[in-house]
């Protein structure tokens, strides 16, 4: 339990690092849509959907898997 509590830090402090570092500004162009946002937002916003999948696809293994005997 210890060594999840450990990586999961981790994994905050770089995320931390990592917002700290880029925070300019993109420009997304998606066929007819033009948006331009800063990395600050974007970062976050694409952790918290990859640790949502994550969760999700988690929780669903272990429900396809079943009760331990």
């Known amino acids: 339990m210890k ?3 450990i990586l999961v ?3 905050f402090v770089l995320l931390a690092v990592l917002l700290a ?3 300019g500004i993109v420009t997304y ?3 007819f849509w033009t948006v331009s946002l800063s990395q600050v937002i974007i970062v976050p916003l694409v952790a918290l959907v990859g640790f949502v999948l994550g969760f999700v696809i988690g929780a669903a293994r272990r429900r396809m898997k079943g009760p331990k005997p």
């Open 3 to 5: 060594t999840k509590i």
């Open 9 to 11: 830090l981790a994994v």
């Open 21 to 23: 570092q880029n925070t």
């Open 29 to 31: 162009r998606l066929l």
